[in-house]
């Protein structure tokens, strides 16, 4: 059966954080000089509230940073925090700025099938400031951002949600990722196809379909019609 939708992860699917293999920005930042947490130990805080901050109990990497320091017990330098959350805002800005053409093609390709375009990702509101300004925007029917719904992938009520919004039921629709956060896996829960987007990172393994190039999808579903 040709699918109604597809839904898209975003990160590492429809664009890259990543050039020739390494991460677009370097990461050189010394936190200790400048919230008094080794890189380590910021690492280790930041990763340990990784599901509050997908789904939006941590508002903004400010209330991420405000929470950190609190728990070590080491005061909050409000403008140093102001510093680093533009900096973040900035570097996160860069990988819709270069969006590759291929990927631009294939969902123009199923715009013009009137095939249904939605967007799920695991994401915080700095990570996306630019998406709506981006020439990715225009192809959506719809976007479902983990932060601002309080729900994130895995949980395949995410998913659920992305397909009530486009009007579609989940066997009608299928999702493209690139396999993190056990994406795939949870898409599948939800009842829909997962295909596995191999075309900018190819690390993660899975037993899913996979697509090593986007216009594998559209031969996909050719294939399914």
């Not at 992860?9 to 429809?14: I, K």
């Not at 370097?26 to 990763?47: C, H, P, Q, V």
């Amino acid at each position: 059966m040709k699918p109604k939708a597809v839904l898209f992860d975003l990160f590492e699917t429809l664009v890259t954080e990543f050039r020739d293999g390494r991460r677009m920005t370097e990461r050189k930042t010394d936190y200790m000089a400048l919230i008094g947490l080794s890189n380590e130990e910021f690492k280790r805080e930041w990763g340990s509230r990784a599901a509050r901050r997908m789904t939006g109990e941590l508002a903004d990497y400010r209330a991420v940073l405000a929470e950190m320091l609190a728990s070590r017990g080491l005061p909050n330098p409000k403008d140093t925090v102001e510093r680093l959350y533009e900096a973040r805002i900035q570097e996160k800005t860069l990988p819709f700025r270069d969006i590759h053409p291929a990927i631009t093609e294939l969902l123009g390709s199923l715009r013009e099938q009137r095939i249904r375009i939605g967007l799920i990702s695991n994401c915080t509101e700095e990570e996306v400031r630019f998406l709506h300004q981006s020439e990715l925007a225009p192809y959506f029917d719809d976007i479902v951002l983990s932060y601002e719904v309080g729900l994130a992938k895995p949980d395949r009520e995410i998913y659920r949600l992305g397909c009530r919004r486009l009007a579609i039921e989940p066997e009608e629709a299928v999702f493209v990722g690139d396999g993190g956060s056990r994406e795939l896996e949870g898409a599948r829960e939800a009842g829909i196809r997962a295909l596995h987007a191999c075309w900018f990172n190819a690390h993660i393994p899975s037993g899913f379909e996979k697509l090593h190039a986007p216009s594998e999808l559209l031969d996909r579903i050719r294939k399914s019609s």
